[in-house]
């Protein structure tokens, strides 16, 4: 048996080397049997023809043991998968520059661990999951334009986990982190758009309950840590932030968010993907395209929401007065509500001035719900311009989760204004109701459309991360009238008015 063994590691290695020359495509499986069970992997690399790769299998000792070491440029492709008795281990790494790889892993029929190190530049993705029954961890990361340095590892032994160390610079970038057991899933997820950087140390595992903890930074602000797990452990909870940040040659966006959602029976009403799209091919006309919009899979469950809005006017910047500023929010969110069936803010006084809500400080390690939806301002240094953050109960309806509460801080320390001809004519001055419009819509379940290359949900093919007609895409300048798009995605959300009396309202969950 062992004379057997090595003779069929001395083949694998020879073949590799033939094929890998020329740079054709590579398949690799093998298999080990003995009498505790069985065990099985499979490899498959599309390599560039600059791609050198040294991969060793050895079989026997009770399991398999393979190592690899690979080095090159250009477009390349590696994927490995595990499999035992009752359980999984995937891999695969995506390519477009240079690319170092170095990957170890042992697996028998009852347990599996996997260690890999990957440095690359250009746009550079990864996922790592790990399976055993219904248990699940996973850990992902991609960077466009830029360079990534990840360590990631997995095992299966009496649960599942993965972790991962990752640190991005670039144009764009995310990470996740996800489990699930058998009663609760947790995730959390980093994304940014616009020059900037990005780094994670997530652990994620499960076996009859799961769960993720670890840190995430955006540039340099640590806006994930052990508060934001603690603060949603105890239940069905969710909480995001996301937010404009000055990318220097423009505007860009990040978003963090966290989830822990007890796996109850009334809660398998279907499920819901962060980040669901609308389907393309609408018609286009004034604002844009009808299909530009971009759902999170959040809202405002209870109908006619009225949600009160609230505004701190503490620290408010020089040139704009308490009402001002509260005017300009208003008709923020009167713009949502115009567009959509439902009274999704409070009628009459949209915004009601309360200095003695809580603007608490938005990079705090311990985030606390108190169940007012609060605008304030805050020193927010260079890079922001406005950050929202909102909450969850996890509590899911006509497959969306319910968002209970959502506050905004502007940063007092930009330039701001409420007069449009201002804003139009100085590139350096922020319109405070163009801005506020983005920020509510995150605030009730719009998402982003920026393209999977800059940290969105869209691919870079879809012509909507080019429509910049609508106010859920980047600020390029003041836009207080919501996009065709804006519409229909609110509409989707909260129902289409047909006319004055009369609404339709769509209660069943929309993407099939």
């Not at 994927?79 to 170890?104: C, F, M, N, P, T």
């Not at 599942?160 to 160390?165: I, K, L, N, R, Y």
């Amino acid at each position: 048996m062992v004379q057997r063994s090595l003779g069929f590691t001395l083949m694998c290695l020879v073949a590799l080397w033939a094929i890998a020359l020329p740079a054709f495509g590579i398949s690799i499986s093998c298999s080990y049997g003995e009498g505790e069970g069985f065990v099985s992997s499979s490899e498959r690399f599309d390599l560039d023809r600059s791609t050198s790769m040294q991969n060793g299998i050895a079989i026997g000792s009770g399991g398999i043991s393979q190592s690899l070491q690979a080095s090159g440029t250009g477009t390349n492709n590696m994927a490995q998968s595990v499999s035992g008795s009752g359980y999984s281990l995937q891999d695969e790494i995506d390519s477009q520059g240079s690319l170092k790889v170095s990957r170890s892993s042992f697996a028998s029929a009852q347990m599996a661990i996997l260690s890999q190190g990957l440095a690359g530049s250009g746009s550079v993705n990864f996922a790592v999951q790990s399976n055993q029954g219904s248990a699940q961890a996973g850990q992902e990361a991609s960077v466009a334009g830029g360079a990534l340095a990840s360590s990631q590892s997995l095992s299966v032994t009496a649960g599942v986990s993965a972790g991962q160390s990752t640190q991005m610079a670039g144009t764009s970038g995310c990470v996740v982190a996800k489990a699930t057991g058998e009663e609760n899933v947790m995730s959390a997820a980093g994304s940014f758009f616009g020059p900037g950087a990005l780094s994670a140390e997530f652990v994620s595992s499960a076996a009859e309950s799961a769960s993720v903890g670890g840190a995430a930074a955006v540039d340099g602000v640590n806006w994930l840590n052990d508060g934001s797990f603690r603060a949603i452990s105890s239940g069905s909870l969710g909480m995001g932030v996301s937010g404009l940040r000055d990318a220097g040659m423009g505007l860009g966006f990040f978003e963090v968010r966290v989830l822990n959602l007890e796996l109850r029976g009334e809660q398998q009403g279907g499920a819901v993907s962060p980040g669901a799209t609308s389907p393309s091919g609408a018609s286009s006309g004034g604002g844009g395209y009808d299909s530009s919009y971009s759902l999170t899979g959040y809202r405002l469950n209870r109908k006619d929401a009225q949600l009160q809005l609230y505004l701190n006017s503490k620290n408010t910047p020089s040139g704009l007065t308490e009402e001002s500023v509260r005017d300009a929010i208003a008709a923020a969110a009167n713009a949502w509500d115009d567009a959509a069936a439902q009274n999704i803010f409070a009628d009459g006084d949209a915004v009601k001035v309360d200095n003695s809500l809580q603007v608490d400080n938005p990079f705090t390690s311990t985030p606390v719900s108190d169940g007012y939806s609060v605008n304030g301002w805050w020193g927010l240094g260079s890079s922001y311009l406005g950050i929202a953050r909102w909450w969850s109960n996890g509590q899911l309806s006509d497959g969306y989760y319910s968002i209970t509460e959502a506050d905004i801080w502007y940063n007092k320390d930009k330039q701001w204004t409420v007069d449009w001809n201002t804003a139009v004519g100085n590139g350096f001055v922020y319109d405070l109701q163009s801005v506020a419009t983005h920020e509510l819509g995150h605030s009730i379940g719009m998402g982003d459309i920026y393209s999977t290359a800059y940290g969105g949900t869209l691919p870079s093919s879809d012509p909507r991360t080019s429509d910049f007609e609508q106010v859920m895409n980047v600020y390029d300048g003041p836009q207080r009238a919501l996009g065709n798009g804006d519409r229909t995605g609110v509409q989707k959300l909260y129902g289409t008015p047909l006319e004055e009396g009369m609404y339709l309202y769509v209660s069943s969950y929309p993407f099939v």
